[in-house]
């Protein structure tokens, strides 16, 4: 499981092809503010979220249904880069991460952004409440093939792992991409993550590199080398309890392709 430390190489000297710190509010013309909704409906999928001065506060709310009753308790609102769905029955559609998907509400294809290769920056702080995980993922979005499937996984950051160090898992998920191999790890990172702090993911000509606060994670010989949607989800796995709403915030997301 190849990993790597040091600074990661800078980014480009250009402006970000993809800039948003979210202080115009949520843009429908770069965001779906819904959760892979082509596997559920609208009112199940749909973010819950309040856009506030340091960026925009994810939430789960008290009354939030569960993500698909099949897979309660789990509550989510996520923001993901566009969305590609098969007809109502079929199994075609976005990131088919579990199995017996099927699509019940047929969805527009939107590719708002869906580079192939590149560079994306996050700024997060993860939230601390019980049983909730943040993530964010870039993922095959499938709309030209089910094997076009892989994911990069940039961070997931459970609640009850963030503290003045934090563990997370990160690497490279092959789904149904059968030129991938999974490449999952744990890692320690020197921050509190609950604080904002930035994540940065580089791929192209077959390796990843994942790094935290200017510094390098990890480098994977392999990446996904077809079109792929971001994705930043907060959720609540388990059952309801604790204080509400829960959220974490995402400040800054800036990419390059």
């Given amino acids: ?21 979210f202080s115009t509010g949520l843009s429908s013309q770069r965001w779906v503010a819904s959760y892979l909704p082509q596997w559920t409906t609208p009112e199940r999928a749909r973010a819950h979220y309040e856009v506030v001065p340091a960026g925009i506060e994810l939430r789960i709310d008290s009354d939030q249904p ?48 869906a580079p192939s290769r590149g560079r994306v920056e996050i700024t997060v702080s993860a939230s601390g409440d ?28 459970d609640a009850d792992a963030i503290g003045e160090t934090t563990v997370v898992r990160t690497g490279v998920k092959a789904h149904h991409d059968p030129n ?33 606060e200017g510094r390098t994670l990890r480098r ?16 609540e796995i388990g059952p309801r309890g604790g204080h509400y709403p829960k959220a974490a915030t995402i400040h800054h997301v800036r990419a390059w392709q």
Avoid: K
Avoid at 130 to 157: Q, Y
Avoid at 220 to 235: E, H, R, S, T, V
């Fill in 1 to 21: 499981m190849p990993s790597s430390t040091g600074s990661l190489p800078a980014a480009p000297n250009r402006e970000p092809d993809f800039d948003d710190d």
């Fill in 66 to 113: 569960d993500w698909r009753p099949e897979d309660a308790p789990l509550r989510v609102s996520n923001l993901q880069t566009g969305v590609y769905s098969g007809p109502v029955g079929s199994p075609l559609g976005t990131h088919r991460h579990r199995v017996g998907l099927e699509v019940r509400t047929q969805t527009p294809q939107r590719l708002l952004f």
């Fill in 130 to 157: 019980a049983n909730c995980m943040i993530a964010a993922w870039l993922v095959g979005t499938e709309h030209r093939s089910p094997t076009e499937s892989g994911e990069i996984c940039i961070f997931e950051i």
């Fill in 180 to 212: 991938l191999t999974t490449d999952m790890i744990e890692v320690v990172v020197p921050v509190d993550a609950a604080s904002p702090h930035t994540w940065t993911v580089i791929w192209g000509d077959g390796e990843t590199v994942i790094g935290c």
């Fill in 220 to 235: 994977i010989p392999q990446a996904p080398d077809y079109p792929l949607f971001l994705m930043i989800d907060l959720f």
